[in-house]
């Protein structure tokens, strides 16, 4: 069975800290993986997408690393802020069709300030 | 560029009633995925259409339906609703073809089935 976990569930931190959140998958054969953020109540905020080709991207202080043969992906917060508090969401493309995305159940990040 | 819009923002309906949500895709997408959101739980996929026709399903009954029409909008249907359907609804738009293949969600659609 085709399964995203992603570690911590919960995740408090002070404001500055560098930080990483986790995300494995079952099923190393993805097409893409794609990180979303979700503040409550609210829809996915598209944050990265890696393709199964690639080892890494990076967007502003968000950098999301890809190793496929461990089943594993990191995202990188750097100089977090109270305004990153949210859930993190990682989700895994195995390319059945092109909406199937499998998410994992997040990671509920609190930036102190 | 308009990104995707659903509605109703959130509604309330009681066992064994029906409910439609609509979803507008994003400008120049014509890939709509639908997903349920329980509480505390990452989004599940239901369906996705393409073409007008349902090109994928998750595990999710057949009072799960839905409609894309001509403008790549689409509904999501849900029959005979069970308490256990209260969740966030969310439609999600992408372009076919296109190697990304990077979902855009809109804000959901939070039902409540009492």
């Known amino acids: 069975k085709q399964e995203v976990t992603q570690i911590p569930a919960a995740l408090s931190v002070p404001e500055g800290e560098n930080l990483v959140l986790n995300c494995s998958f079952t099923?190393?054969?993805?097409?893409?993986l794609q990180w979303f953020r979700q503040d409550p109540g609210k829809g996915l905020t598209s944050l990265l997408l890696?393709?199964?080709?690639?080892r890494e991207q990076t967007s502003g202080r968000l950098n999301a690393s890809l190793d496929k043969s461990s089943g594993r992906s990191t995202l990188y917060i750097a100089a977090s802020q109270p305004g990153d508090s949210a859930t993190y969401l990682c989700?895994?493309?195995?390319?059945?069709?092109?909406?199937?995305?499998?998410f994992g159940k997040g990671t509920k990040l609190s930036v102190k300030p | 560029e308009t990104g995707v819009t659903q509605s109703p923002t959130h509604l309330i309906k009681t066992r064994g009633q029906q409910v439609t949500l609509r979803c507008s895709s994003q400008?120049?997408?014509?890939?709509v995925s639908w997903y349920q959101q329980a509480l505390g739980q990452g989004p599940q996929f239901i369906f996705q259409?393409?073409?007008?026709?349902?090109?994928g399903r998750g595990n999710f009954p057949p009072r799960f339906s839905g409609l894309q029409f001509p403008n790549y909008s689409s509904e999501l249907n849900v029959n005979a609703l069970e308490l256990d359907d209260s969740a966030l609804y969310l439609c999600?738009?992408?372009?076919?073809?296109?190697?990304?293949?990077?979902?855009?969600f809109g804000e959901g659609s939070r039902l409540t089935v009492l």
């Open positions: 989700a895994v493309n195995y390319g059945g069709s092109q909406g199937n995305l499998i």
């Open positions: 400008s120049g997408h014509n890939t």
């Open positions: 259409y393409y073409r007008e026709e349902e090109n």
């Open positions: 999600a738009s992408s372009l076919a073809g296109v190697r990304t293949g990077e979902l855009f």
């Open positions: 099923d190393s054969a993805i097409y893409n």
């Open positions: 890696i393709q199964s080709s690639q």
